[in-house]
């Protein structure tokens, strides 16, 4: 049962994560991408100039993004790849607002970006260095598989304070508290996640101001909107910044 789990993980993430969409794209084939090559019909891309213009399967143009971009994701992902001594994916996938996530692909680590991340960090390497190297140390420090033994447990508690009173007051209760005891300790692996990617983007050569100007773009976007899906897996906070600000700072970064 667990190893079926690890490998649903993967498609559950992408169903929270895209808006009604299967589609991915891997990055590393698209890197090599070439206009005469994307001319098959069984290609989710074309090629036309200095753009990779991503398709379902019906032809239908989804996503515009530049060769020059996508080389870049690339190349960070293997200098992370490198220092973190991983061997992960980096896949594109569909959603405009901006979101991530890691989980295991095919019994392979991999990390998915969607559209509207990829628009937000743009060609900063700094922020992919933080981002990539954020995302593969949940996969290192084994985050998941963490976080389901955990919710079980607490899962069963919480249905058996349902079937054991009627009282919504407890039930609201029950539901507070779970939810609480879940929300600490995906904090802590946020902060987990985040020192060892930014220890990670440095040793890579990157600025460890990566990640605090990520999270203070993701802040910046949050404000002009209800919610971005983002910030419910990977809170960002005024906190999160000045500690992410304060490591920066003691690895030596420029802000």
Known sequence: MPHLIRYLLPLLLLTQIAEASDMMWDVEELKDAREELSLRDDRTYRVHEDQIMLRDYQGVIKWRLPISQVR???SVLQQIEAVAEADASLYVIEGHEPNAAAAYRE???SVMVNFGLIDLIGHEADQWAAL??????????DHGSKNRKRSLPLSLLNNAVRIATPDPLV???SDFVTGALNAHYSRDQERESDYLG???AVQAGHDPYGAVRM???MLARQGARLQIPFLNSH???KKRVRTLGELAARLGGSP
Do not use: F, T
């Not at 990539?132 to 420090?141: D, P, S, Y």
């Open 198 to 200: 930014v220890i990670w």
């Open 107 to 109: 019994a392979r680590p």
């Open 215 to 217: 999270h203070e773009n």
């Open 72 to 74: 870049l994701m690339y």
């Open 132 to 141: 990539i190297g954020h995302e593969i140390a949940h996969l290192k420090l």
């Open 171 to 173: 039930q609201i209760g």
């Open 235 to 237: 809170p960002s906070s």
